[in-house]
């Protein structure tokens, strides 16, 4: 096998175990929309600014799942290896921290963060912002929406420097902010 082959073989294993592991859940839009529509979207946007690396890409597919789903560290090192498990864990947040916690740590991991860990980070934002303005979630008035966005762009300042166009995309989301 050639390793297109194989990298195309790993994008399309991680996509196939997102979609297992978020089957059950929905995006809290008013569509209810599929949960692993939000990984796709974050795949297009980083293929779109040119960031075909399969590691990365495979990382973006699964990022959510140590976060919302059973998924463990070593099930998914055993699945994918310890690259692409390492970016997933580099961008989940620990669940037993309050809000206020989390979003603090968030800002700071983003200064440390490996270089794939950011552009997963940074696709991730960007296509939060972009969902809030279209869609946005039920029950956030115009207030939880701009909160999103400020901390969304304190983390994101806290990375810059990584990806032109990517930082770029996510300027251009942040400027429709509500
Ligand atoms: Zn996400």
Not at 124 to 130: A, H, I, V
């Amino acid at each position: 096998m050639s390793n297109k082959e194989k990298n195309l073989i790993l994008v399309l294993k991680a996509l196939t175990f997102a979609a297992e592991k978020h089957r059950h859940q929905r995006q809290d839009d008013a569509a209810a929309s599929p949960y692993i529509n939000h990984p796709i979207a974050l795949v297009n946007l980083l293929i779109e600014v040119g960031v075909t690396d399969s590691k990365v890409i495979s990382a973006a597919l699964l990022h959510d799942t140590l976060e919302d789903t059973d998924t463990t560290y070593a099930e998914l090192k055993i699945h994918f290896g310890k690259k692409i498990s390492d970016i997933v864990w580099e961008v989940t947040d620990d669940k037993s921290l309050t809000d206020a916690e989390r979003r603090r740590i968030q800002i700071a991991h983003a200064k440390t963060a490996s270089k794939h860990a950011k552009l997963v980070k940074l696709a991730d934002k960007t296509c939060n912002l972009r969902d809030i303005i279209k869609t946005p979630p039920v029950g956030w008035d115009i207030k939880r929406q701009r909160d999103y966005f400020y901390w969304a762009q304190e983390v994101i300042d806290a990375l810059r420097g990584v990806h032109k166009k990517l930082e770029k995309a996510f300027d251009k989301a942040y400027a429709l902010r509500p």
